[in-house]
């Protein structure tokens, strides 16, 4: 499928005026629609919820678009669940699914009232000791190990995954939750990233579905909300087909009727906790080429880097580009699209076939609303941009500003000589 930006080289031109490049760019209204369909494609399921990954795209401005339509927020440590309640979401709004987890945020998280998704059996006596007792609402995370397959295609290897407990370690958890007193119990499980199929979740339903009917015959506890997690993922290349959330959505619907329904358990709530799925698509890093060099190959230099978005860097991940304003010329000139770091790997692109670029023309770099941001650094002295949002009236709104220099010193400010430094 062909690629087209929500944005036009004239909006940016607009935009660009008044926040120079580079900038993170959210679509508004491609957020609502497909809240919007995630809501209605689990609508069968009477206590379905979306806890936002905040670490996908953790500003506050964008998840209070998500919170419009009831969802949570899954957070993974103090900052994000600082970042939870700033934005009024405590209690049954907040998923705690943090590893390796600092036993004071599991306080923290209580004291917020969220729901803490224990990663490790070691845990609940981390959590006894930081709460003083167990909450009565609590989860546990899954990890049956092996390879996880659909199909003939090996999808991932949960047994090389740091996260979640065996099937041996989760019953042994749920037995010591309920003697210490909890009262309702959930149970997450994330096997999968990125999966660009309509399987993955039917899959993964089918499996804890029939796990929580087993725990309920042998142990008699019922499990009351099953957290299928992230790991729906996005077409970040033009050739993949994109999944539909509604077969998604009915082929859990299916799974639950075979194995919940029949036993007794036609209660049970589902929930996600999306990330990339939520944001990645209608965010889109707009950033200007401003160096040509023609050495060994074709080099294009832009003015943002890899501390700007980090996945082709370090995963060699492909982010689609558009040339704006070229979106109908042919692609017939080869470049590698490179930011300024000094590593050889901050190229957003290699070899890629694009429209003749001009210094100054606007390269819009798709599918950066999740995990683009938010994985960002500083290093080469580098500053993390602006994020605007794109209205649905055309209009556009700054949600967190450039960082400057200053942003950069302030850590200094232990020393003497950082007044000197920011004198600006
Ligand atoms: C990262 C993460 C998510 C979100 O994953 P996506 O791939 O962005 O959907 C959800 N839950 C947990 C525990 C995670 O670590």
Redesign the pocket.
Known sequence: MEKLPFVSKEKVEEIAQVYPTPFHLYDEKGIRENVSNLKKAFSWNKGFKEYF?V??TPNPFLINILREYGCGC?C?SKTELMMAKTIGATGDDIMF?SNDTPIEEFKYCNDLGGIINLDDITHIEAVEKACGRLPEKMSCRYNPGGIFKISNDIMDNPGDAKYGMTTEQIYKAYEIMKEKGVKEFGIHS?LC??TVTNEYYPMLAKLLFELIVDIKNKLGIHISFVNL????GIPYRPEQEKNDIFVIGEGVRKAYEEVLVPAGMDDVAIFT?????MMGPYGGLVTKAINEKHTHKEYVGVDACAVNLMRPAIYGAYHHITVLGKENEACDFKYDVTGSLCENCDKFAIDRMLPKIEMGDYLFIHDAG??GFSMGYNYNGKLKSAEILLNEDGSFKLIRRAETPKDYFQTFDCFDLYDELIKE
């Open positions: 990954a670490k996908a899954d993974s699914s994330f990233s990125n997690s992230g790991g729906i906790e999306l990330g990339r799925y999740a995990h």
